[in-house]
């Protein structure tokens, strides 16, 4: 026996572990060949009839083999697995994309493109602003006669910049005074009391200035809505398996990240520690996610921010559980550090 282990656990442990290298039913001929268990072909048989009794293995119908249940999985996960060190590749590949000198939006958006890059599934980050960001600068600089560029930089560094286009051209005089109006209602504000405090300011303004004002609100409004918006990266992933595989499982979970405010309700209550979580199908509660798993982990308690991978229930585990971890430690690094003016 290994690592402690009875007959029964090792018995399942050796099961979770060739099914969640090939998918395939198990047989108990193949698990008594296994070097680690010393024992005989009946008696392995005996013992996989238990494990089925207990719910932890089942038999599918096209098979005299044995696949793990969701309640086996989990066993196996919190009793017996054994996480595998990070491959240099990947070590390399988080420290020369997550650099401390990004706005946050930024270093968001590398670590769920590199999370779904590196491991060929879906990444999921929690809306990388939290409702509180306060307006530390706004600008507007001219293009031409008819066009303005907007620069709005927040508190942690992120800049939001949009060219306004304007029906006739904008005299020097309206500019300064259009300046000094978003000066006056949004540095200093959170973003969403900077959009009241101008809708306000519009009462009282006509022609051009509120015209250039209307166009401000209207650009800091759709930004406040795509920040609240979580990041999903890697449905392509999905959709080729779905397609391939003609799985219209696959489908229902392409439909819920489209639509993702039900996945962010299940991850927000699991990430109020610093405890990396998993989810097991079934376990989630939520019918679309019966034959994936979620690994998910906060990287920052204030404002709230958590990541999140999903895929297959048959996932390499040891080696994806270190990566979200590590993927998280890098962005609490540096998101901890104070940030240079821009």
Known sequence: MTLGLNRSDLILKLIVEQYLADGSPVSSKAISAQPALQVSSATVRNTMMQLEQLGLIRSPHTSAGRIPTTQGIRLFIDKMLQLEPLPSRWVNEMQQNLLPQL?????????????????????????????????????LVRLAADRLLLVVIDEEGDILHRVLSQKLSVDAMTLSRALCLLNAALCGQQWLDGISRLSLMLKTETGAIAGLLQDV?????????QQNQPLVFGQHHLLQAAESQKDPALQQVIQLLEQPACLMSLLMP???????????????????LHNVSVITVRYQAKPHRYLALLGPRRM???????????????????LNQPKQSP
Do not use: F, W
């Not at 958006?109 to 779904?116: N, S, V, W």
């Not at 609100?217 to 406040?224: F, H, P, V, Y």
């Open 270 to 288: 699991l990430t109020l520690d610093d405890n990396t979580k998993l989810i097991l199908g079934r376990e989630s509660g939520i019918p679309q």
């Open 217 to 225: 609100m209207g650009q800091l409004s759709l930004d406040e809505l």
């Open 103 to 139: 706005p946050v939006s930024l270093l968001c958006q590398k670590a769920g493109q590199l999370l779904a890059n590196l491991t060929g599934l879906v990444s999921i980050l929690s809306p990388p602003k939290s409702s509180g960001r306060v307006i530390r600068q706004v600008d």
């Open 316 to 334: 390499n585990y040891a080696r994806l559980i270190p990566l979200v971890e590590a993927c998280g430690q890098q962005l609490s690094k540096h």
